[in-house]
């Protein structure tokens, strides 16, 4: 039973790979303050704006919470049941490979242990795949090749003891802010630290760049090729290391030389500092992320960047090697477990001995002896009726996957599609007929692996709601009435932890890197009280300093690479390439993060950022609606032109969702093109044509109430304090719309509606607004910010009520900037505009930037444009 406490608990960050500790207190109200945790090793006392906004996303508003078929609520044991049954039926008729599991790294450990044991062990086939998929299979796969294990040899410290530290395909600043902090502080105290970011788009991160390499996209492994040529010419080569720890240099040394550098598209100079940074420092970290896994040729990317390691025998020792930086929080837990279909368990792999051993360990009668398939053909076979049962857990495919419209339809075709869920609503959610009721970050019990191999424990600090149960009691249920009950007979989360640990060292005797056999004799009380701690046995936790891998001649491998361009090129119909990735305050489908109000205002739309020569090309200006379309599907979205971008590419964000705007889902438009060998998808290359559409009009709307919109062109919702907030447009006549959207409006938002100047009206009740909006001729992007303050007032008076129905104040201009205070752009610039000259002078005058520190890049961007109009 949970007792109601108000007590402080020891818990980790539900997002990014860092992994951060934070200490929650429960108010006693059902939510809970939430800090940093300062013994942490990951964050020690830092959080980013994400984590530090967690306690905005506690309530249980829009939370799953009793399961439901067919859209009608329904008891545990019916769901159960039908579940049950639907698994053991589609195997008696049609074998074990016709159902599958498509799980997440965002499970638990535990939760992921679970399910994995019980399709591959007892159900009899290896068709469950994670988003991991999506996010690290490249980076697994090259591992595998250049180690023979999927291991990441480094910890965090490394990057702090760097001298150079590479940045490939990694926009570290946004997607892993307290690395990033960690990163910039040291790079302050030790002022001749390098930073090279290589990634085609100029990013926040490149703020603390000493030279960005904007390379062509999908041209890395060219790059590293380079490098690796460069290297060997100039005599920069480990010796001792190569002859005795490794084999392969011959052949990939050929491919390098081959390589024709110009189609990374650099500047000759460019590369040259870069070859030789790299050759003059011993200590070097090449962190990498999706611009290098995310890619038709990922495995391959990885490899030729491991290479360079390999040749300059930098690896595994302090401050050097090669650090795939991963992003969910769980994610180096699930390939710890073994949920990737091509992999078993505890890092063993589909080999006789190891399905044998997994087997006994388990005594599994049926265990999977094959691998299974890959996310994107695994719900290719959901489409074409292969696979007849579907169950997905703590992922959004029908938003993440890409050709997203096909991962909708086959859903939607299936005859088991099942889902676990914490929210009521999403759009996986709103495509699967079994719905099954999942506790949410705040009350769940279990560990997570950070990405320096970290093991920490996520503790409930909130009361389990409705019927909401812990992911791996709903497998055991299922297991239980397949008649598995004695291999799923947990009690807690701590059996299954000790049991995953004892099958790490069961047989293991060195062979492979994951062992943490001795925690398979932990007690609960122990359990509960573990405190973070790194795997590998070496006395600084870093794997290979001692030269010795995991392929059969403890040796690892150099892997010949030769460039290839992405597998979709552009052509004349589709002559852009969208790149897609991450904004700073949203997390992936928004299911969580989308309902903190402060993480709202930075990006508060899905843009397609565009060059200015393709924008004016295409008769396109900051703010218009277009439409993206690829050869898989389409998305409107909101235009931002910006340099920051190469020419002939585009970005948008992959945060946007059907729930949220009319089609800023931009997954339906991405190519489904995957690495032959990863099976990852080709997130960032996709073909397109970009055009404007007309329209008439562009509004904003602020309603306590969430509207039923009418059909329009382009709608996006986020939320404010207390109201959701409506960017509209449409080619309507304007009469009509305003008719139309106010009918709307009225009808969850009653009361007497007020007309005003220019396009308003609002509905105000008691002298309080219910709601208001704003129609004109243009994109009036600060509309939002001018008309929010309005909404906290509980009774407006006769001036207040005049000048909303003018258009409302001008005291928050440009946006949100920094999320902790709520510190607008424009409030900023001011700062600036009034002498402060440095982030510190901003911080007095305005707190921006002084709490979490998510947004120092972009004030510091904005210090930059002042000196140099001041120049100027
Ligand atoms: N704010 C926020 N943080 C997150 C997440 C989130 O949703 N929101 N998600 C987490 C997850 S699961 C992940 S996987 C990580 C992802 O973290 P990152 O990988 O850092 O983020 P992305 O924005 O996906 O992509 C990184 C960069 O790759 C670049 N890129 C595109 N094509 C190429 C190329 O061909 N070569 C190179 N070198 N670069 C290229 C893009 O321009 C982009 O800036 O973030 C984690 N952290
Ligand atoms: N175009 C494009 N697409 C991408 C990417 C990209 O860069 N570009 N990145 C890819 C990457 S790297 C990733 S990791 C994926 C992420 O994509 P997804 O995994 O699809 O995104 P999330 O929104 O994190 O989905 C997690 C879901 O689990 C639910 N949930 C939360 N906690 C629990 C729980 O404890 N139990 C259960 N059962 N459910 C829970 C949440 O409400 C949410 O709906 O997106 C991929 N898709
Ligand atoms: S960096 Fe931010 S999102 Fe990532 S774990 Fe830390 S607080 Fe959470
Ligand atoms: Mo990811």
Redesign the pocket.
Known sequence: MFVVMTTPVHTTCPYCGVGCGIVATPDGKGGAAIAADHDHPANRGRLCSKGAALGETLSLEDRLLHPEIDGRRVSWEVALDTVANGFRETIQRHGPDAVAFYV????LTEDYYAANKLIKGFLGTANIDT?SR??MASSVAGHKRAFGSDTVPGVYEDFELADLVVLVGSNLAWCHPVLFQRLEAAKHRRPSMKVVVVDPRRTETCDIADLHLALKPGSDVALFNLLLAGLADRGVVDRDFVERHTSGLDTALAAARATNGSVCGLPRSDIETFLDWFARTEKVVTLYS?GVN?SSAGVDKVNALINCHLLTGRIGRPGMGPFSIT??PNAMGGREVGALSNTLAAHMDFGPAEIDRVARFWRAPRLATKPGLKAVELFEAVRAGRIKAVWI?????V??L?DADAVREALRGCEYSIV????RA?DTVDACRIRLP????AE?DGTVTNSERGISRQRPFLPPPGEAKQ?WWIVSEIARRLGHGDAFAWRGVADIFREHAALSGFENGGTRDFDIGACASIDDAAYDALRPFVWGSAADHRFFGDGRFFHADRRARFIATTPRPPVNAPVEARPLILN???VRDQ???M??TGKSVRLAGHRPEPTIELHPRDASARGLADGDIAEVKSAWGRGTLRVHVTDSLRVGEAFAP?HWTAQVSRAGR??AA?NPAVDPISGQPE?KHTPVEIRRLDMRWHGTILARRPIMLPEIAYWARIRGAGFNAYAVAGDQPFEVARRTLSAAVRTTNPGPWLIGENGMGAVLSDGRVEAVMMLGPTHDVEARDRLAPYMTLDRLTMEQRHELLNGGTEAHRGGELCACFGISRGAVEAAIADGATSLAAVGATTHAGTNCGSCRPEIRALLRVARVAKVA
Not at 393 to 397: D, E, F, S, V
Not at 420 to 423: D, G, P, R, T
């Open positions: 997440s790294g965002q499970l988003n999506l996010c999706q995310q992003g969910q857990m703590a992922t959004n495919p938003a993440s890409p676990s869920e914490a929210v999403s999942a506790l949410a970050w769940k992911d897609t990735g991450r997390w992936h489908t299911t969580r992959m931009i997954n991405v997130l």
